[in-house]
């Protein structure tokens, strides 16, 4: 692979960008504080902006390694911070990654994360050389085992209890796009 870390990276309605001190406050009131946000997932929810500010200082010093991928999803119209998507574990020896994400509740259903798992997905295809792409979600978030498939991932299994994440033990389904069905002429029409 060839780490680039996180460029700078737009789409119709979004900018993807390094996270900066300054974004404490809208990521703390935009989701990190919100429990219908992080139902799912595996950090706790924030209960005050000291926490967020911590977590960002910790990310913002990782941006010096090229393998960190950690973008800041704004709205291109206002600048708004809705969220964020990263690359969470590479694994070297198969040139594959792991995506996760997540954006504010007021954003939702939009199509705005979809559009960003896309804009992610050709950069680290066309740019970075991933040959494998996967993000495991909790099989009850419907809506982001939509995100994927609406982005080309394909549904590979689901293992049962075999992580944790806020709402306790629970499964975890597999979605992954290699990078040959993302340069196939079939799926080219999802992007
Ligand atoms: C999951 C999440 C990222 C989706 O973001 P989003 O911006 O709403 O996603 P999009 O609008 O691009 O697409 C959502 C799709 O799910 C569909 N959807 C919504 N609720 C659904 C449900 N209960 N069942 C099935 N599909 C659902 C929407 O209709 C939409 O599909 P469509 O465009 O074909 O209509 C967002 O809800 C989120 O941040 N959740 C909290 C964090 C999280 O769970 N992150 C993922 C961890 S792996």
């Not at 993807?16 to 990521?27: A, C, G, Q, V």
């Not at 494998?132 to 085992?145: F, K, L, Q, T, V």
Request: glycine share 4%; net charge negative; charged share 25%.
């Amino acid at each position: 692979m060839n780490h680039k870390g996180t460029e700078f990276l737009k789409s119709n309605r979004l900018i993807l960008r390094k996270f900066e001190p300054e974004d404490t406050s809208m990521m703390f009131q935009n989701w990190a504080n919100d429990e219908l946000v992080t139902k799912f997932l595996t950090w706790p929810t924030h209960n005050d902006t000291q926490e967020t500010s911590s977590i960002l200082n910790h990310w913002i010093s990782q941006y010096k390694e090229p393998e960190t991928y950690r973008w800041c999803i704004a709205l291109k119209e206002n600048k708004i911070p809705i969220g964020s998507i990263s690359v969470v574990s590479i694994n070297p020896h198969v040139e594959s990654l792991e995506i996760g994400y997540c954006i504010g509740k007021d954003y939702w259903n939009q199509g705005l994360t979809t559009e960003a798992v896309q804009v992610v997905v050709d950069f680290l295809f066309s740019q970075v050389a991933a040959n494998r792409i996967e993000a495991h979600i909790d099989p009850r978030n419907e809506s982001s085992g939509s995100v994927l498939v609406k982005s080309g991932f394909r549904y590979t299994g689901l293992r049962r209890q075999v992580a944790i994440n806020n709402t306790g033990i629970c499964d975890v389904i597999t979605y992954e796009i290699l990078k040959d069905d993302y340069f196939s002429e079939n799926n080219r029409k999802f992007f």
